[in-house]
């Protein structure tokens, strides 16, 4: 079962621009996580952001967490072609412990 | 750094066949992950071992399926016999503490069971 939703499910945009996709989920979390995946290989992690932390930087990715409304949301800044890739985001329970990934969003980057 | 290593990378097969799908984790890592990759399912954990313990097979869909992880550096995922519906991209990863770390993913095996 999935408990990430991620909006939107896909996303076009110009190099240069910022990308901005939005994570909900449903149950209390210890922590979220972000990934990307390319096209025919394995996921990547990108960021961990733990439920007391609200906003966590890395490079040109912002991360927030709002656990009050359950959501999360990864901000892309000055996107690039090699951007292009599939972002899910992973939410770990405190009742099941495990990582639920979500449906994913397909970003497209165009140069 | 090596990362995690899965083989073969693709693997076509005629139904009823046994399957085996392999993983080398990342050295140092105590906790290794199977996930399978649909279209229609999205990214579904199958088992993980802690310590090559099998601690959650709870996602495995079928007696079909079975794990194995007889040291720290080597796991196998067999499925026997295999079904047309098997068809998928199955992920192995590692962390170094169960799913409060980061998780380190191989590039998969396709599986095409025909």
């Known amino acids: 079962s999935q408990q990430g939703e991620e909006d939107p499910q896909a996303l076009s945009i110009q190099e240069g621009e910022n990308a901005t996709m939005n994570c909900s989920y449903k149950?209390?979390?210890?922590?979220l996580q972000w990934y990307r995946q390319n096209s025919g290989r394995g996921l990547v992690h990108l960021i961990l952001?733990?439920?007391?932390?609200r906003e966590k930087h890395s490079g040109r990715l912002r991360v927030t967490l709002d656990t009050s409304k359950k959501s999360s949301s990864l901000l892309i800044t000055a996107s690039r072609a090699a951007d292009t890739a599939s972002y899910f985001c992973?939410?770990?329970?405190?009742?099941?412990?495990?990582?639920?990934f979500g449906t994913g969003t397909r970003l497209q980057v165009f140069p | 750094d090596a990362g995690v290593i899965q083989s073969p990378r693709h693997e076509v097969t005629e139904m009823g066949q046994e399957v085996t799908l392999r993983c080398k984790p990342i050295s140092g890592h105590n906790s290794l992950f199977w996930y399978r990759q649909t279209m229609m399912r999205g990214l579904e954990l199958l088992i993980y071992?802690?310590?090559?313990?099998?601690?959650?097979d709870s996602g495995m869909p079928e007696d079909r399926f079975s794990a194995k992880m007889p040291n720290a550096s080597f796991s196998t995922l067999k499925i026997q016999p295999s079904e047309p519906r098997d068809s998928a991209v199955y992920f192995c990863?590692?962390?170094?503490?169960?799913?409060?770390?980061?998780?380190?993913f191989g590039d998969g095996t396709r599986l095409s069971i025909l």
């Open positions: 952001i733990r439920s007391n932390e």
């Open positions: 149950t209390s979390i210890n922590n």
């Open positions: 992973a939410t770990v329970s405190y009742n099941t412990d495990k990582l639920i």
């Open positions: 990863a590692s962390s170094s503490d169960s799913f409060r770390q980061p998780q380190h």
């Open positions: 071992f802690n310590n090559n313990v099998p601690i959650d």
